[in-house]
């Protein structure tokens, strides 16, 4: 059996499309494909779908290539849109169909549009390659309010898309690691919100009768899938009351 194929994160996907964004913008060149710097020290390169002028400034896209991982987003086109502002470093907004950080708990504070810290850093350090001006830089993903209904954001406290992800740049296929991640911030979220006792569900079918049966708070209502014995040792160190 041949090896299963990776793919690029969201995060990557948004550093690529900034970089093409940038690139036009600053320099008057329309590139075809970027390199991005991966946290690991590789070098990524990346096809750009588009890559055109605005009335304000540039913006560009990449489609996200997820790989053989059954990624929701595989197929999204990430875009990002750049323009020179007066003063600052790089400025974040969220645009259509990347969400808002709404909870306590995650790696970001409420009010910022999601963008975690991984992918914060090589969205910025791709515009520094091009330009050390001050830039404002929006992300989109056409349809993502859609896909986000599919992910773990709406009980994570992220609301109106989705969350530009990725700790190493690289999706490796069904990967355990991103599962546990979600999971992880899911308890982050519970406790932040001061829940006392979670309710840990293994699917869609658990989670609904837990629903019928008890008052829950969406933070209160984890499902866990196949990761029991990993999510009871994470639980206890979160200092919950009690656990059903």
């Known amino acids: 059996m041949s090896a299963q194929r990776t793919g690029w994160t969201t995060g990557t996907c948004a550093a690529a499309a900034a970089k093409a964004a940038a690139s036009l913008l600053c320099r008057r060149q329309a590139l075809d494909s970027v390199d991005i710097s991966l946290p690991g020290g590789q070098i990524a390169r990346l096809h750009v779908a588009f890559v055109r002028a605005t009335a304000d400034g540039a913006t560009a896209g990449v489609v996200k290539d997820a790989g053989d991982d059954p990624d929701v987003t595989h197929g999204a086109t990430v875009a990002v849109s750049v323009r020179r502002q007066p003063d600052g470093d790089v400025t974040f907004f969220a645009g259509e169909g990347v969400g808002t950080v709404t909870k306590p708990g995650l790696q970001i504070p409420p009010g910022e549009p999601?963008?975690?810290?991984?992918?914060?850093?090589?969205?910025?350090?791709?515009?520094?390659?091009?330009?050390?001006?001050?830039?404002?830089?929006?992300?989109?993903?056409?349809?993502g309010q859609e896909l986000a209904a599919q992910t773990f954001n709406p009980r994570l406290g992220v609301a109106g898309g989705l969350s530009i992800l990725g700790t190493?740049?690289?999706?490796?296929?069904?990967?355990?690691?991103?599962?546990?991640?979600?999971?992880?911030?899911?308890?982050?979220?519970a406790a932040a919100c001061r829940v006392n006792a979670p309710v840990l569900a293994p699917g869609n079918i658990g989670a609904k009768a837990a629903r019928a049966r008890f008052a829950l708070s969406p933070e209160q209502l984890v499902e866990v899938s196949n990761e029991w014995g990993w999510i009871l040792d994470q639980v206890r160190p979160r200092g919950f009351s009690a656990l059903l």
């Open 168 to 189: 190493t740049g690289i999706v490796r296929p069904r990967c355990a690691k991103a599962l546990r991640d979600a999971l992880a911030c899911a308890l982050d979220v």
């Open 114 to 143: 999601a963008v975690n810290p991984v992918p914060r850093r090589m969205i910025r350090d791709a515009i520094r390659q091009v330009t050390s001006d001050p830039v404002a830089v929006t992300i989109s993903i056409p349809g």
